[in-house]
């Protein structure tokens, strides 16, 4: 097989050996990709401390199909996102991202997910701080949806009734929607009322929403993630970041 060119983005970055690393990669028509970038830790690398999460750019590698580590050949940079790293809380929503994405990681093209992380990554990199935990909220939502799990908000899960935004409803983190008032009472659920709804709506259009209580936002992403994404396997990013925002 040739070298090929993949737009990338560094999902994770490791040392392996005393001299190299391994990357995984977020690749535009080749899914996520785990390379070796030989030489990445020696002094006078060519590729120059670059290496790190978040960091977008070409990666030029020999592909060779059925291999799990391929080699890399060269990067070349176009975005760093440093900035993502020198904020406890942005870090801890470009990580989310990052791992929310390597757990659901598949080699297959996904050009719209590539872009919708991308996107993410940016708007926590230019996020005020004031908007902040309601952006790591949006592009994790958002992304949720990319992935495939998106929460059923608009009609009930039991008799498909379309649900009007006055009404209370329950949501159900199992089964990944809601219920209305007349299903709610026979089902498990937790109150979901309309305010809250309609945040989590808006949300996951990648809307800037003003919350009140975050912290049952974040309950309920974590409760959602459990059932949909993660299969009861902690993700560490959301521990570290609900850690950092309780710090901030
Ligand atoms: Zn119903």
Redesign the pocket.
Known sequence: MGLISLDSVILQSFAYSETSKILRLLTRTHGVRSVIAKGALRPRSRYGGILEPFTDGVATLHLKEGRDLQTLSGFELRRSRQGLGRHLVRFGGASLLGELVLRTASEEAHPELFDAFRRGLDALDRAADAELESAVLAEAWHLIGHLGFAPALDA?L????AVEPEEATTFDHAAGGI??P??APSAPGRPLPPHAREALVRLGRRERVPLERTAAHWQLLRRFLAHHVIEGRELRSLAFLEAALTAA
Request: hydrophobic content about 10%; charged content about 35%.
């Open positions: 009930c039991a008799c498909g009734r219920r209305c007349e299903c």
